[in-house]
């Protein structure tokens, strides 16, 4: 295991990672910038820093897992996962994105980096995977928690509040769910698409124990994670509020950005801010 | 099977109901046999399961698609889920969890629909499946499984169990008639011949596989040799025995109870067409929903019977000249 990276240290983590972002999306002339940026402090804090894992074990049978059940996102979780270093994520191969035969697939793809838990990429599903691979867990007696990662306008799905009940019912507390809150979904403001608010009140009254943290603020990130950790007797959803594009002057709160790849111009400018 | 018996009709338990001690032989078998449950434990007799295993048996309410979704995460984490619903809710309201959480990443995820085809009766249409054959075998990787028998349901479920990957297996409400002695062998993707033949073959599947025998009978005294073999497999084809049945008979009937759209009808004539051409009939439900009604007067009533399936042998072999 590595030793623990300070927020500092950390920080520097997420910025390169979002400098790959921004970099593999530019090469790939199409992606998801926008979902990426915003999750990138809560992805790295996860595998830098909360998750046991052992980058040289991906099938480490103890390790804790990670599901980006907002697919699209891929490219900070391949960034995250290849500053790691884990062999199935080559970080010389970033920008080969979406290209044919990268293993580096528009949305996660198991077949091509096994180490990815699983493929994702059609809302909804991930929170019932990660629950699935919570009663397995219990059912051997281990210790290794999941967690997964849901987009806002992701929850518009009916499946994720089927997932929502099952979790409480059966009180799987080695799961805990992360809510990237950045208020876009591809058509515009979550608010004007289909409102999920109270959103608080909803995960609550599902049985869940609920945070709110500010999602780029590392400290409280990981204060958030123990917490859920160490909550006993239900799963614990982080409503991480969260900026779309952040890092990125001009992509940030910018619906444009959800699914739209920077212009060789529009990189070089996100480049210099991302120093 | 030869020389040639008769058929004695003596009806078994339903398939589903022997897939319900099938799970249970399972679960004392292997600890990481896992079951999970729509709120239909006492129909799909999953029910026996939870009786001896209950912390293995995962109540999932009514929510198909999360259920699925579970079982895919319990796969992927070393457990052999089987979950189990009637095979149009499993199906319809789980595909897209059984494509993106099952097919597409392969994962161990046993699928048991039960009360498939027209066969439950009278609560109709709404909870008959008859489209789940066609929806199952799309789904890339998976083993598509059609039991005719208690006998065949148990071998079947032993050998899903037993074998790495997504599989569906269809069973049905009503009692079903007795094909197999007990400890025939099976072995996934491989048919059996039920009954010899020289002049046609009827390829059937489920609960189609009797009505093809009594066919055969009728067929004999009539001068038509009709050999019956029983498609248990419905994907991966065995594609030798259509190869085989339409070079040495030179005429096949496929009797199913589901959408002739989408089959094993519709499946075998593609390896037919491929390898050995020849006419070909079809038995199933055509172009339509059934309705309410006592399940053999709605096998009747659909053209589901021995009789049917005779009159396409007769259909057939006319086309043979």
Same mark, same amino acid.
């Given at each position: 295991?590595?030793?623990?990276?300070?927020?500092?240290?950390?920080?520097?983590?997420?910025?390169?990672?979002?400098?790959?972002?921004?970099?593999?999306?530019?090469?790939?002339?199409?992606?998801?910038?926008?979902?990426?940026? *915003?999750?990138?402090?809560?992805?790295?804090?996860?595998?830098?820093?909360?998750?046991?894992?052992?980058?040289?074990?991906?099938?480490?049978?103890?390790?804790?897992? !990670?599901?980006?059940? =907002?697919?699209?996102?891929?490219?900070?979780?391949?960034?995250?996962?290849?500053?790691?270093?884990?062999?199935?994520?080559?970080?010389? =191969?970033?920008?080969?994105?979406?290209?044919?035969?990268?293993?580096?697939?528009?949305?996660?793809?198991?077949?091509?980096?096994?180490?990815?838990?699983?493929?994702?990429?059609?809302?909804?599903?991930?929170?019932?995977?990660?629950?699935?691979?919570?009663?397995?867990?219990?059912?051997?007696?281990?210790?290794?928690? *999941?967690?997964?990662?849901?987009?806002?306008?992701?929850?518009?799905?009916?499946?994720?509040?089927?997932?929502?009940?099952?979790?409480? !019912?059966? =009180?799987?507390?080695?799961?805990?769910?992360?809510?990237?809150?950045?208020?876009?979904?591809?058509?515009? !403001?979550?608010?004007?698409?289909?409102?999920?608010?109270?959103?608080?009140?909803?995960?609550?009254?599902?049985?869940?124990?609920?945070?709110?943290?500010?999602?780029?603020?590392?400290?409280?990130?990981?204060?958030?994670?123990?917490?859920?950790?160490?909550?006993?007797?239900?799963?614990?959803?982080?409503?991480?509020?969260?900026?779309?594009?952040?890092?990125?002057? !001009?992509?940030?709160?910018?619906?444009?950005?959800?699914?739209?790849?920077?212009?060789?111009?529009?990189?070089?400018?996100?480049?210099?801010?991302?120093? | 099977?030869?020389?040639?018996?008769?058929?004695?009709?003596?009806?078994?338990?339903?398939?589903?109901?022997?897939?319900?001690?099938?799970? #249970?032989?399972?679960?004392?078998?292997?600890?990481? %046999? %896992?079951?999970?449950?729509?709120?239909?434990?006492?129909?799909?007799?999953?029910?026996?399961?939870?009786?001896?295993?209950?912390?293995?048996?995962?109540?999932?309410?009514?929510?198909?698609?999360?259920?699925?979704?579970?079982?895919?995460?319990?796969?992927?984490?070393?457990?052999?889920?089987?979950?189990?619903?009637?095979?149009?809710?499993?199906?319809?309201?789980?595909?897209?969890?059984?494509?993106?959480?099952?097919?597409?990443?392969?994962?161990? #995820?046993?699928?048991?629909?039960?009360?498939?085809?027209?066969?439950?009766?009278?609560?109709?249409?709404?909870?008959?499946?008859?489209?789940?054959?066609?929806?199952?075998?799309?789904?890339?990787?998976?083993?598509?499984?059609?039991?005719?028998?208690? #006998?065949?349901?148990?071998?079947?479920?032993?050998?899903?169990?037993?074998?790495?990957?997504?599989?569906?297996?269809?069973?049905?409400?009503?009692?079903?008639?007795?094909?197999?002695?007990?400890?025939?062998?099976?072995?996934?993707?491989?048919?059996?011949?039920?009954?010899?033949?020289?002049?046609?073959? &009827?390829?059937?599947?489920?609960?189609?596989?009797?009505?093809?025998?009594?066919?055969?009978?009728?067929?004999?005294?009539?001068?038509?040799?009709?050999?019956?073999?029983?498609?248990?497999?419905?994907?991966?084809?065995?594609?030798?025995?259509?190869?085989?049945?339409?070079?040495?008979?030179?005429? &096949?009937?496929?009797?199913?109870?589901?959408?002739?759209?989408?089959?094993?009808?519709?499946?075998?004539?593609?390896?037919?067409?491929?390898?050995?051409?020849?006419?070909?009939?079809?038995?199933?439900?055509?172009?339509?929903?059934?309705?309410?009604?006592?399940?053999?007067?709605?096998?009747?009533?659909?053209?589901? #019977?021995?009789?049917?399936?005779?009159?396409?042998?007769?259909?057939?072999?006319?086309?043979?000249?």
């Amino acid at each position: 295991m590595p030793p623990k990276r300070s927020v500092e240290e950390l920080q520097a983590i997420a910025k390169r990672v979002r400098r790959h972002v921004v970099e593999m999306i530019g090469a790939a002339k199409s992606g998801h910038p926008g979902g990426s940026l *915003s999750a990138a402090d809560i992805v790295v804090t996860l595998y830098f820093d909360a998750m046991r894992l052992d980058p040289a074990r991906p099938d480490w049978a103890e390790r804790d897992r !990670f599901i980006l059940s =907002k697919g699209h996102a891929a490219p900070v979780l391949y960034a995250a996962m290849a500053e790691a270093g884990y062999a199935c994520a080559p970080i010389d =191969k970033l920008n080969t994105l979406r290209k044919l035969g990268s293993v580096y697939q528009g949305h996660p793809d198991v077949r091509f980096i096994p180490a990815l838990e699983a493929s994702t990429g059609s809302l909804g599903n991930g929170l019932s995977l990660a629950l699935g691979m919570g009663c397995a867990a219990r059912l051997d007696g281990a210790s290794w928690r *999941s967690y997964c990662m849901l987009g806002d306008g992701e929850i518009q799905e009916g499946q994720i509040w089927e997932a929502a009940m099952f979790g409480a !019912f059966h =009180k799987l507390d080695n799961v805990c769910a992360i809510l990237d809150y950045n208020r876009i979904q591809l058509d515009g !403001f979550v608010k004007d698409i289909m409102e999920i608010e109270p959103l608080r009140d909803k995960w609550r009254s599902f049985g869940w124990h609920t945070l709110e943290l500010d999602g780029h603020d590392i400290p409280q990130i990981q204060a958030a994670l123990a917490e859920a950790a160490a909550t006993k007797g239900k799963p614990t959803v982080l409503i991480a509020h969260t900026v779309k594009g952040k890092g990125v002057s !001009f992509m940030e709160n910018n619906p444009k950005f959800h699914g739209m790849a920077p212009t060789p111009a529009e990189l070089e400018l996100a480049l210099q801010e991302l120093q | 099977m030869s020389p040639r018996t008769k058929f004695e009709l003596k009806y078994g338990m339903a398939t589903r109901e022997a897939f319900g001690k099938a799970l #249970v032989q399972l679960g004392k078998q292997n600890p990481d %046999v %896992v079951v999970c449950d729509a709120d239909l434990s006492k129909s799909t007799y999953t029910t026996y399961f939870a009786k001896e295993f209950p912390d293995r048996f995962f109540s999932c309410g009514i929510a198909e698609a999360n259920m699925v979704g579970v079982a895919a995460g319990m796969a992927s984490a070393g457990k052999i889920p089987f979950v189990s619903s009637f095979s149009c809710f499993v199906m319809n309201k789980g595909f897209e969890q059984l494509r993106v959480g099952v097919a597409y990443p392969n994962t161990n #995820v046993k699928v048991v629909g039960t009360h498939s085809g027209i066969s439950i009766g009278e609560d109709g249409p709404s909870q008959m499946s008859i489209e789940e054959t066609s929806l199952a075998c799309s789904l890339p990787g998976f083993t598509v499984l059609s039991p005719a028998d208690e #006998v065949a349901t148990t071998a079947l479920m032993m050998a899903s169990a037993a074998m790495k990957g997504p599989v569906f297996m269809r069973t049905g409400r009503m009692k079903a008639p007795i094909v197999y002695p007990a400890g025939q062998q099976f072995e996934i993707g491989k048919a059996i011949e039920v009954a010899p033949g020289k002049d046609v073959t &009827i390829i059937a599947t489920g609960l189609l596989v009797a009505e093809a025998l009594r066919a055969a009978d009728t067929l004999e005294e009539e001068g038509i040799s009709a050999r019956v073999i029983d498609f248990h497999t419905i994907k991966p084809l065995d594609r030798e025995a259509v190869r085989k049945a339409a070079a040495e008979t030179g005429a &096949i009937v496929v009797a199913e109870e589901h959408l002739v759209d989408g089959g094993l009808g519709v499946r075998v004539a593609q390896a037919a067409a491929e390898l050995h051409p020849c006419p070909m009939e079809f038995v199933g439900v055509r172009n339509t929903y059934a309705e309410s009604g006592a399940p053999d007067q709605l096998l009747d009533h659909y053209g589901l #019977v021995a009789r049917d399936v005779a009159e396409a042998v007769r259909k057939v072999v006319r086309r043979k000249r």
